[in-house]
């Protein structure tokens, strides 16, 4: 839920998961086009060595977006592991999203400053992105997660570029291209055959509160990325990923204090799963694919992206013993074809 993610806020549909993953990245994978475009990042990112287009380079970069794919991948099944230990949703999202949030504000604030405090009024439009927009449709997804397989939770969200779609049509008035139209006629065809709900009445499928709760989360998470692009490329993108993920922190924070679920069990396993969730699922898949975008570019970077559900599924199957059905196998390859040809249009824009 990311994932699934770093990128699509900004850019539209076709400009570049996750998502953190989800990929659910609270910047999520879409705004990235834009963002390496602002005044903000060109800024912030003034020292760093020019992209080069040379196979070595690109070879990196791809490298690198892979990896932040496998890091974005194990999300779920470190969420599925935390779920299994005792620790509360409320509880390893707090923790997870603060730690981010504190790690990337001490790192950039070293590096950068006091440019990592923007405007007090966008700063505060941020953390309110985080806790209630990324808050809103985390806990779908998460509620999900608890419900349905990780791997099916996986492939289910990636169907969020199809409300992104929607919801820039009936906000800004973008008609879809008929090739988007295609493709999201694929993805929803898709999302049937992994949903299986024919069997799901029957008892026989995946849990169907489950399915519902996840495709919530991707209709959320397409609402939030429509919202997000009025502002997150104006911080840039890992100033914005900081006080979003702060706003989220603090949200599930207090809903677990009100709400008396906040469990967080002080055992060392526990201790190692947090850790896992703020370094391996946010930290370092968000570094590795800022690093491999900038040598490969967002459209590239943005295809690499889909290899996320496809790490998970593989995670999940070796970690948590996870099996898809045929017919999830098929409606998650449509799912997968449709957010490529999502991004097709841009490629043709960026060439």
């Known amino acids: 839920m990311v994932s699934t993610e770093a990128k699509r806020i900004g850019g539209g549909l076709g400009s570049g998961g996750a998502a953190v993953g989800l990929s659910l990245c609270p910047t999520g994978y879409t705004s990235l086009a834009n963002d390496l475009r602002s005044p903000a990042w060109r800024r912030m990112t003034a020292t760093s060595h020019p992209a080069?287009?040379?196979?070595?380079?690109?070879?990196?970069?791809?490298?690198?977006?892979?990896?932040?794919?496998?890091?974005?991948?194990?999300?779920?099944?470190?969420?599925?592991?935390?779920?299994?230990?005792?620790?509360?949703?409320?509880?390893?999202?707090s923790v997870r999203f603060g730690g981010a949030a504190l790690v990337l504000l001490i790192i950039l604030g070293l590096k950068h400053g006091r440019a990592i405090f923007p405007d007090r009024r966008l700063v505060a439009v941020l953390?309110?992105?985080?806790?209630?927009?990324?808050?809103?449709?985390?806990?779908l997804y998460f509620l999900g997660l608890q419900r349905i397989?990780?791997?099916?939770?996986?492939v289910l969200l990636y169907i969020y570029p199809v409300f992104v779609a929607l919801n820039m049509w009936v906000v800004e008035g973008r008609r879809p291209a008929r090739l988007e139209?295609?493709?999201?006629?694929?993805?929803?065809?898709?999302?049937?055959?992994t949903a299986s709900p024919w069997d799901a009445l029957r008892g026989a499928g995946p849990d169907l509160l489950g399915v519902l709760l996840v495709l919530g989360a991707a209709a959320g998470y397409g609402v939030y990325i429509v919202v997000s692009n009025r502002y997150v490329h104006r911080a840039g993108p890992l100033i914005s990923t900081a006080w979003v993920a702060l706003g989220a922190s603090v949200s599930f924070s207090l809903t677990g204090f009100f709400a008396r679920t906040w469990v967080v069990p002080a055992t060392p396993r526990a201790a190692a799963l947090l850790l896992g969730l703020i370094v391996f699922s946010t930290i370092l898949p968000l570094a590795?694919?800022?690093?491999?975008?900038?040598?490969?570019g967002p459209t590239a970077a943005s295809l690499l992206s889909t290899l996320e559900p496809v790490?998970?599924?593989?995670?999940?199957?070796?970690?948590?013993?996870?099996?898809?059905?045929?017919?999830?196998?098929?409606?998650?390859?449509?799912?997968?074809?449709?957010v490529v040809l999502l991004n097709?249009?841009?490629r043709r824009a960026a060439a």
């Open 288 to 296: 590795t694919f800022f690093a491999g975008m900038r040598r490969v």
């Open 344 to 346: 097709l249009p841009a």
């Open 181 to 193: 139209v295609g493709a999201m006629a694929l993805a929803l065809a898709g999302a049937t055959l």
């Open 52 to 93: 080069t287009t040379d196979l070595e380079s690109r070879l990196a970069g791809a490298g690198l977006c892979a990896v932040s794919a496998f890091g974005f991948a194990t999300l779920s099944i470190l969420a599925k592991l935390a779920f299994a230990e005792g620790l509360s949703l409320t509880g390893f999202l």
């Open 311 to 338: 790490f998970t599924i593989a995670l999940a199957a070796m970690v948590l013993g996870e099996a898809l059905t045929g017919s999830q196998w098929a409606g998650g390859a449509l799912i997968l074809a449709a």
């Open 127 to 139: 953390f309110l992105l985080g806790g209630l927009g990324y808050f809103s449709q985390s806990s």
């Open 149 to 154: 397989p990780a791997s099916l939770s996986s």
